[in-house]
């Protein structure tokens, strides 16, 4: 017989730690079960190699095996790139194949990179023993508490090849929403890029030559002309005691600012939690995000009480991958009322962070004992929400650019015009 160690949660949530004997890893399960746990991990504790050979090993020329090192890279693993290579396990895995087979030959596919490092670490780490959760495990930059929790669960339950095929699914779903709100994005970004570049030009370059010759005729500038050539002196630093371009350099240093302030200030505790806040009220924005956070949640919560997931594991993993500071806070709300044998809809409803529908329809779910079902359901009637709100967002956003742009180019035409007008009346009565 085996020694199996294992972790598993009690009736009350708590973690619990220990060994069981068993012939099989079902048969270690089956008995961690009988004792009214729910196992998380189950591994065979197997004896080392160097343990059994002793120093016969070294002196009986005992062969070492080589590690594979991976090349020098930079930066994390693509979400697009572990959505592929999830979806490519669950169909190794559905053809049956040995998950140690499976991971090599994906290995040796994968491009030098990140996602390339990160199968040879697991692939090592599977093939002395480990199961390919506590692989995954040791690297959270590829595989988040999500991912591990779930590939975990469909280990304990011997439906590994399902639960993957249910996170590729997840993931792609996923990366299709984040692909769709970015989409949206690019519009008015490279407009608002373009017309920047463009009255950058007409204020440093075009504006001046004007200036010239508004001098040179003496002209009486009216006030928004004035205004206008000051604001392009500034702008372009010809002022006395100024270098050139100190104002540009000024203004688009003082957005770099802004941008590293806030991503200072999002990295703080309760900085993330009030600008998180102040994001959902947004008036333009706000909906969308909320629309994509409620999604986000119900998605993930969803898929992980289908795997297999304990409710309050399920909920904590669920808060900590929201991406919201609000949402998060809702859901250990939630966590702690279900832990005290209360509803799951009661705390969220008080939050405030969802919308009636949403409550209601998991509260149904609660009651008819299919909240996955009704999670889902939840999030892909989002995932439409989201589209509609990105619809609507960006023909508001195309107007509103055109009257924007339009005033300021309009402002800038008639500031230059207004004193060639004088001019032109001026030569007219001087040749009468």
């Known amino acids: ?98 998950l140690l087979r499976s991971l090599q030959i994906l290995e040796s596919q994968a491009k030098p990179g990140p996602l390339k490092n990160t199968l040879i670490g697991v692939c090592e780490e599977v093939e002395g023993g480990a199961s390919l959760s506590e692989a995954m495990a040791k690297h959270p930059k590829a595989f988040n508490k999500l991912y591990v929790k779930m590939v975990a669960a469909g280990e304990v339950g011997g439906v590994l090849d399902i639960i993957l095929q249910r996170l590729a699914e997840f993931m792609e779903k996923s990366e299709r929403l984040k692909r769709r709100v970015k989409g949206a994005m690019v519009y008015p970004l490279v407009v608002i890029v373009v017309a ?20 040179d005729f003496g002209v009486e500038l009216p006030g928004l002309t004035r205004w206008l050539i000051g604001t392009s002196r500034w702008f372009a ?35 993330r939690a009030v600008t998180d806040r102040l994001m959902i009220w947004t008036p333009i ?15 993930t919560l969803g898929t992980l009480i289908s795997a297999g997931v304990p409710i309050l594991e399920a909920v904590t993993i669920t808060s ?8 998060e806070k809702a859901l250990m709300k939630v966590h ?50 989201v589209d509609v709100a990105i619809a609507s967002l960006v023909s508001l956003l195309e107007p509103l650019m055109v009257v924007v742009l339009g005033g300021m180019v309009g402002t800038i035409v008639v500031a230059m015009f207004l004193p060639l007008v004088a001019m032109i009346e001026s030569l007219q009565g001087g040749g009468v």
């Open 285 to 299: 924005f706000g909906r969308l995000i909320k629309k994509t956070v409620v999604a986000r949640f119900t998605r």
């Open 1 to 98: 017989m085996a020694t199996f160690a294992y972790e598993a949660l009690n009736a009350s949530g708590s973690k619990q730690k220990g060994t069981v004997e068993a012939t099989s890893s079902e048969e270690a399960i089956q008995r961690i079960k009988s004792q009214g746990f729910y196992p998380t991990q189950v591994r065979e504790q197997k004896v080392k190699k160097s343990d059994v050979a002793g120093d016969g090993g070294a002196a009986g020329g005992g062969v070492a095996t080589k590690k594979k090192r991976g090349a020098i890279s930079i930066g994390g693993v693509k979400a697009k790139q572990l959505t592929v290579f999830t979806r490519q396990l669950s169909t190794l895995q559905d053809a049956g194949l040995p």
């Open 336 to 385: 702690d009322s279900i832990r005290e044998g209360e509803t799951f809809a009661g705390p969220l409803r008080e939050s405030k962070t969802c919308d009636g529908i949403v409550v209601n329809m998991i509260d149904v779910g609660e009651e008819t004992g299919e909240l996955d079902a009704m999670l889902m359901k939840i999030a892909d009637n989002y995932d439409e929400e």
């Open 196 to 215: 920047g570049l463009i009255l950058t030009f007409i204020m440093v370059f075009i504006i001046p030559k004007f200036e010239e010759i508004f001098t």
């Open 237 to 271: 630093g010809t002022n006395p005691g100024m270098f050139p371009g100190q104002g540009a350099f000024m203004l688009f240093g003082g957005l770099f600012l802004v941008f590293v302030f806030w991503k200072l200030v999002r990295k703080a505790g309760p900085g």
């Open 320 to 327: 900590q991958t929201s991406g919201n500071a609000v949402f």
